[in-house]
């Protein structure tokens, strides 16, 4: 996996856009960035993930810099619901099956 | 449908006591994995399955014996475990494609162990 950076905590109003930045300037060209999340005692919860283009689903848009040395996740209309810690990953695939090495994430606050 | 479901939701149990963690899933996924994590840190990987067949194993105690039955159910069987096992035990699968460059987890909601 390459090794992934962000921020301890951030904050975001409730109704804004939260804009999470993660770097990751070791990846490699195959490796997609994954984005994960994790409410309070809950499972993680899978969100986006992309390798060159940028990305949007129902959850969130991904934005990749050209260079693939860095990610934003965007949720765009930030709840109390999206309250938790959010996980960048860019896992390795060496064969069948790939590892997920979770760094310590972004706790993200949404405020009333 | 992307649910993995595990049982129990929580587990109490002695340090003499044997007990067993289920994870389920119909999604077809060929790929298996158990994650612990301790209050405050990340998820660490366990083990992982490909094809019903051991392919990881992160270098776990033997108190942790995990079994495969089958392609939809992975169990982990606990045996004179310690106080410090005492964490969220969590389940993921996936679909495991080979050779191509993404495949993606999905968890369970995990399984509160508490070791007395």
């Known amino acids: 996996d390459a090794k992934t950076t962000q921020p301890p905590s951030m904050d975001c109003a409730e109704g804004r856009a939260a804009n999470l930045p993660c770097n990751h300037s070791?990846?490699?060209?195959?490796?997609?960035v994954y984005w994960y999340r994790q409410i309070h005692s809950q499972g993680p919860q899978y969100i986006i993930h992309g390798l060159k283009n940028n990305e949007t689903n129902e959850m969130a848009s991904l934005i990749i810099t050209e260079d693939r040395k860095s990610s934003t996740l965007i949720l765009p209309h930030a709840t109390l619901r999206d309250t938790a810690v959010y996980y960048c990953i860019a896992p390795s695939y060496g064969g069948a099956t790939n590892k997920l090495i979770f760094g310590t994430g972004t706790l993200l606050a949404v405020q009333p | 449908d992307t649910e993995v479901t595990q049982t129990p939701k929580h587990l109490v149990m002695g340090m003499t006591n044997k007990k067993s963690l289920k994870c389920e899933q119909h999604?077809?996924?060929?790929?298996m994995y158990w994650y612990k994590q301790k209050a405050k840190k990340p998820p660490e990987l366990m083990f992982v399955?490909?094809?019903?067949?051991?392919?990881i194993n992160e270098s776990v105690p033997s108190r942790f014996s995990p079994e495969c039955p089958n392609s939809s159910l992975l169990n982990l069987h606990l045996h004179a475990l310690q106080p410090e096992d005492s964490a969220l035990y969590l389940c993921a699968s996936s679909q495991d494609l080979e050779g191509w460059d993404t495949d993606t987890q999905y968890f369970g909601p995990g399984t509160r162990l508490t070791v007395l």
């Open positions: 070791t990846i490699s060209g195959n490796e997609y």
């Open positions: 999604m077809g996924h060929r790929a």
């Open positions: 399955y490909s094809y019903e067949k051991l392919s």
